[in-house]
C-alpha cells in the first residue's frame, strides 16, 4: 500500500528564503519539531543571525544562478521554495520570482526531488472580488510586479508538474502576521506610530489574515502529504476578520494610536483631485519610495523640513476632506494617548485606487481545499495570534 | 626611522573597512604582508593599498614582519596569537583575545616570555566617553553604584564576508562572544568585578541572536546587559549612582545625560579631546592602532594588554557554562494546538 505521506525527521531538505519572515520560521519548525536536517540558501549572511541559533547548514548562493541552486539542491529530498525579490527594480523582482522559482523547479528535476513546496501567494487572483474566493477563481495580472511575477512563477511550477511529473505543491497564503512579520506587524506598527492610519470604510473591509504557524503548518503538510502534489492551496485563518479589528489590534498595543476612518468614495476622489492638480513628479515618486521603504521613511520623517512639507501637503487635500479629518481627529479623546501633540503631528497618506480597493474589498477566503486535502486546521484566530505578536513585539521594542 | 613591518593576518570585514584604511594613515608602519586563506581576496586587497605580499598561512609573515594584526575567526585568535607572539611577532589580536581563559593565559605568558607586545583589539576602551565614564565614576562623582543597565542590539546588517560569525565551530559563540567582549570589559573596567551572574540566551543548537545577562558586582550595584542581533534596543548605558545617573549611548561619539539626584538638571554633551570630537570610528581605531605601535617601540605595555582582555573572556566564559534558555512563548507551540499537523505526521 502507498504510504501517503512521509516522515521529515532526518530527512535533508532545503529552504531558499529561510533568512525571511516565513522561510525562518519555517527553519525553526523544521528542526525544533521534525529534527529534519535543514539546508539554507543564503544570499546574504547579515540576514542569518535568527535561523544560525539553530544547527542546520547554510550554503552561500543565489536562486537567480542555476549553479549555486544546484549545489543547494544537491541531497535533498525535499525542498521549501520561499524565496522571493522584493527589492530592486521590477526587473530585479521578477528575476527572482521567475527565474529563481525556474532554477529551482529545474534543479530539483534534476536531483529527483521527492516533493518541492513553492510558496505562492493570494495575489495571483489579482483584485479579489466581495464574496467567497476559494482556488478555482480565474488567476488575473494587477500591474502589481509582486503578484504578477509569482503568477508568473507559479505557472512555470504547473509546468514542471504537468510536463516533467515533479511532485509540487502550491501554498497560496493570505496576509501572514506573528512575529518577525515585515509587512503585517512591523510596518503596521511603525505606520500606526508615525501617521494616522487610514481605515477605508471605516475598516469594514476584509481581513483575510494567517497567523505566522498556522501557515508555515500548512507548508509542512504540504511537504508530507501525497494529495498536496499537483495542487494550490489557499491558506488563511479559519475566518477573516475586519480591518478594524486588525489594525486595531496593533493599535492597543500601542496603547492608543488614532486611526482615521475615510470612505473608499473619499479616498478616490482626493487620488483623482491630487492627481489633476498634477501634484506628481517629485512629490508624488518620493512618496513612493517612502511607502516602500520603512527605514529610510521613519528617517526622513524625522526632519524638520519633512514635517513642514507634511503640513504644507496635507493643505492640498480637498476642503471637505480636510475637515471631515479634522472633525475626526479632533473628536478623539486626548486622555488616551499622552503624546497629544506628537499624534497630531502624524501625517495622513494618499492611498492608491489599488489600495483603496484592498481594505476596501469583503472577499471570504475560503480554506475548505487545504482541510480536506492537507488535514489543515487553523490554530490561532485573530486574539491568539495577536496575544504571542504582542508578547514578541513587546520584547523586540517595538512597542 | 626604518618603519615597523606589519602583517594583518585575516582578511575579513573588518580588515577591508578598517584596519587596511587605519594602518595605512600611520607614518611609523608598512603593512608588508597580507594573510587570509582565499587569496584572491587578499591580493585584491594588497592591490588596493599596495602590500606586496600576500599568504593563505599565516606563519609565512615570520621573519617578514615585526607585528601583527590577528583578525581571523574566533577560534584561531589563541592559537595563531600564541605562535606569532612566541615568534616575537608583536600582535593587536582583535576581541574576543580568546574562547577560554585557559588560552588567554597561554597567551600571556608567551608575551611575558618573549617581551612581545599582545594588546587586545577591545577598541570601545578608546572612545572619549569609556574613558569619561571612567573618570566620572572612579572620581566618585555619582557617589557608590548602585545599578546599571545596557541595552545594545542592532537588526544585523555588517557586512561579513563569510559565515564563518555564524558557525559555533568557528565563532565560538554569538551575540554574547560578539558584542559581549566589548559591552562586559567596559562593565568590569568602569565598575569592577561580578561576584554572580544569570545568564539567558536564544541559541537551539546554533549560536545565540539574544542575550541577557543578570550581573551582580563587588561594588554592590546590580544590573541586566542585553544584547541583540535582531532587534532594535536602546542601544545605551544607564549608570545609576547615590548622587545621580549618567546615561551614555553605546555609539563611538554618544551624546552623555548626566542626571543629578533631587535636582532636576541634565546635563548633556559629547566628548571631545582639545574641541575636537571623534568623527568616524575609524579616528577610534586609529588611537588603538598608534597605541599599540606605540607600546612596542616605547617597550610599554599597551592601553588593553592580555590580562584585561581576559577579564571579559572569562565572564563570556562562565555566561556559557551557566546557560539558561531565554523565554520566547513565540517559540514553542503548544502541543494539542497543532494536533493536526502532529497528527498528519508519523
Not at chain 1, 19 to 40: C, N, P, Q, S, Y
Not at chain 1, 176 to 200: C, M, N, S
Amino acid at each position: 500500500m502507498r504510504s501517503t505521506q512521509f516522515d521529515l525527521s532526518g530527512k535533508r531538505v532545503l529552504v531558499t528564503g529561510g533568512t525571511g519572515f516565513i522561510g525562518g520560521r519555517l527553519v525553526e519548525r523544521l528542526v525544533l519539531e521534525h529534527k529534519a536536517d535543514v539546508r539554507v540558501l543564503v544570499r546574504n549572511f547579515a540576514r542569518a543571525p535568527r535561523i544560525a541559533r539553530f544547527p542546520i547548514e547554510m550554503v552561500q548562493g543565489d536562486v537567480t544562478r542555476p549553479g549555486d541552486v544546484e549545489r543547494a539542491v544537491s541531497g535533498c529530498e525535499v525542498v521549501f521554495h520561499c524565496a522571493y525579490g522584493n527589492q530592486g527594480n521590477r526587473e530585479m523582482q521578477r528575476l527572482v520570482n521567475v527565474e529563481g522559482t525556474r532554477n529551482v523547479l529545474a534543479a530539483a528535476l534534476h536531483a529527483r526531488v521527492k516533493r518541492v513546496v513553492y510558496l505562492s501567494t493570494l495575489m495571483v487572483y489579482g483584485t479579489t472580488p466581495d464574496g467567497d474566493l476559494d482556488e478555482v477563481a480565474p488567476r488575473r495580472y494587477s500591474g502589481n510586479i509582486y503578484a504578477d511575477s509569482k503568477l508568473d512563477a507559479e505557472r512555470i511550477a504547473f509546468d514542471y508538474i504537468e510536463k516533467h511529473g515533479l511532485s509540487v505543491a502550491i501554498l497560496q497564503p493570505t496576509a501572514v502576521y506573528g512575529p518577525f512579520a515585515p509587512v503585517w506587524a512591523v510596518d503596521v506598527l511603525q505606520r500606526l506610530k508615525t501617521e494616522h492610519v487610514i481605515l477605508v470604510n471605516g475598516g469594514d473591509g476584509l481581513c483575510n489574515a494567517v497567523y505566522i504557524d498556522d501557515a508555515v503548518s500548512a507548508i509542512l503538510l504540504a511537504a508530507v502529504k501525497e494529495s498536496a502534489v499537483g495542487e494550490a492551496f489557499l491558506i488563511s485563518g479559519e475566518q477573516p476578520v475586519t480591518w478594524r479589528d486588525f489594525y486595531g489590534g496593533y493599535a492597543r498595543m500601542l496603547g492608543t494610536a488614532e486611526m482615521v476612518s475615510v470612505s473608499a468614495a473619499e479616498l478616490l476622489k482626493a487620488h483623482y483631485a491630487q492627481k489633476r492638480r498634477k501634484t506628481k513628479g517629485i512629490l508624488r515618486e518620493t512618496l513612493s519610495i517612502l511607502r516602500e521603504d520603512p527605514l529610510i521613511r521613519e528617517r526622513l520623517l524625522r526632519t524638520p523640513e519633512v514635517v513642514l512639507l507634511t503640513k504644507a501637503g496635507r493643505s492640498l487635500l480637498p476642503k471637505p476632506i480636510r475637515q471631515s479629518l479634522k472633525r475626526r481627529i479632533g473628536s478623539n479623546s486626548r486622555t488616551s494617548r499622552p503624546q497629544v501633540a506628537s499624534e497630531r503631528e502624524k501625517p495622513l497618506r494618499p492611498m492608491s485606487p489599488p489600495t483603496v480597493q484592498f481594505y476596501a474589498a469583503k472577499t471570504r477566503v475560503r480554506i475548505g481545499k487545504a482541510k480536506r486535502m492537507l488535514g489543515y486546521q487553523p490554530a490561532f484566530d485573530l486574539e491568539s495570534g495577536m496575544r504571542l505578536t504582542e508578547q514578541w513585539a513587546r520584547w523586540a521594542n517595538l512597542l | 626611522m626604518n618603519k615597523l613591518k606589519l602583517a594583518i593576518v585575516g582578511c575579513g570585514a573588518i580588515t577591508q573597512g578598517i584596519h587596511l584604511p587605519v594602518t595605512a594613515l600611520s607614518n611609523q608602519v608598512e603593512v608588508t604582508v597580507l594573510v587570509d586563506k582565499f587569496l584572491p581576496r587578499a591580493h585584491e586587497l594588497a592591490d588596493k593599498y599596495g602590500v606586496p605580499v600576500v599568504a593563505d598561512e599565516y606563519r609565512e609573515i615570520i621573519g617578514k614582519a615585526d607585528a601583527a594584526i590577528v583578525s581571523l575567526p574566533n577560534y584561531l585568535h589563541a592559537p595563531v596569537t600564541i605562535d606569532l607572539l612566541q615568534h616575537e611577532v608583536h600582535v593587536l589580536v582583535e576581541k574576543p583575545m580568546a574562547l577560554k581563559t585557559s588560552n588567554c593565559d597561554e597567551m600571556i605568558e608567551a608575551a611575558s616570555n618573549t617581551g612581545a607586545v599582545l594588546a587586545v583589539g577591545l577598541v570601545r576602551r578608546f572612545y572619549g566617553s569609556s574613558q569619561f565614564v571612567k573618570q566620572i565614576v572612579e572620581n566618585g562623582l555619582l557617589g557608590n553604584i548602585l545599578g546599571f543597565d545596557l541595552r545594545e542590539g542592532i537588526i544585523f546588517r555588517w557586512a561579513v564576508a563569510s559565515d564563518s560569525m555564524f558557525r559555533k565551530e568557528a565563532a565560538g559563540g554569538g551575540v554574547l562572544v560578539d558584542i559581549g567582549p566589548h559591552a562586559l570589559d567596559l562593565l568590569l573596567w568602569w565598575l569592577g568585578g561580578y561576584t554572580s551572574v544569570e545568564y539567558y540566551d536564544d541559541a537551539m543548537g546554533g549560536v545565540e541572536a539574544d542575550c541577557e545577562l543578570h550581573l551582580r558586582l563587588q561594588c554592590g550595584a546590580s544590573g541586566v546587559v542585553e544584547l541583540s542581533r535582531t532587534r532594535n534596543l536602546r542601544n545605551s548605558w544607564i549608570i545609576r549612582g547615590e548622587r545621580g545617573t549618567l546615561e551614555v549611548g553605546t555609539g563611538f561619539n554618544p551624546l552623555i545625560r548626566l542626571k543629578t539626584k533631587n535636582r532636576d538638571v541634565v546635563l548633556a554633551g559629547r566628548v571631545a579631546r582639545d574641541g575636537v570630537a571623534d568623527k568616524t570610528i575609524q579616528d577610534v581605531f586609529r588611537r588603538q592602532f598608534d597605541d599599540f605601535v606605540d607600546a612596542i617601540l616605547s617597550h610599554r605595555e599597551p592601553f588593553v594588554p592580555g590580562q584585561e582582555g581576559r577579564r571579559a573572556v572569562e565572564l563570556v566564559e562562565t555566561c556559557y557554562a551557566l546557560r539558561q534558555p531565554s523565554k520566547q512563548p513565540w517559540m514553542f507551540l503548544e502541543g494539542p494546538r497543532h494536533g493536526a499537523l502532529e497528527s498528519a505526521l508519523p
